[in-house]
């Protein structure tokens, strides 16, 4: 949230400053970096920076327990190097054969619900006619590696069932990968996520998505 409210400063600012300058210049929002820099959130984060990375480590658990424990409550990020992860997140998922599926308990309706009720409190729209924003570089991975591979993750990491593995109908024996778009709540994980760096998540039209209200 604090680097949303920096960037709208930022934004804002460079507005202020482009109505006094010559017209036709690019908005100049170089100043963010700084505010960032300048700012608590930039502090915290720095501190930190060591404990998810040390994840990887030769010593395994409780390497990275004795590591996080130092470094969050003694050394607070004071060190002279940067640990880093052994390669982007989505290139770390295991075939499905390596893993055991888990179990999941049903919602209770209590404390947990099921996944179209949580959905529908985001107040979630979409206009029907619109452009569908996200979008496949190449439509036939999907089932030809996400499915075949990784036993089709988009229908588990996807937190609003945009993503389904449907039987074609045309041709039977065999799945299609469907796109519930208008479920879509932004979060922004498949574009992330996906093994194969094959979703392209693009902004859909303008105040589309999750309608959060206070009540
Ligand atoms: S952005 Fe999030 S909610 Fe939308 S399709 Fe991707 S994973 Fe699902």
Known sequence: MKSGMLAAETVVDAIVKDNEAPQGQPLDVSGYEEAIRNSWVYKELYE???VRP?????????????????????????????????GPDYAMLKPAKDCKPIDYPKADGVVTFDILESVSRTGTNHAENQPVHLRLKDPSVQVERNLTEFAGPEARFCPAAVYEYVDDEANPGKKRFQINS?????????????????????VPEGGDGPQYVLT
């Open 48 to 50: 930190v920076r060591n």
């Open 54 to 86: 040390s994840f990887h480590n030769p010593l395994g658990l409780y390497g990275f327990m004795a590591w996080s424990g130092l470094d969050t409550l003694f050394l607070k990020g004071r060190v002279p190097f940067t640990l880093k992860h052994p």
């Open 182 to 202: 208008q479920n879509c709540i932004h979060c922004k994980t498949c574009d992330i996520k996906d093994p194969s760096q094959n979703i392209n998540w693009t």
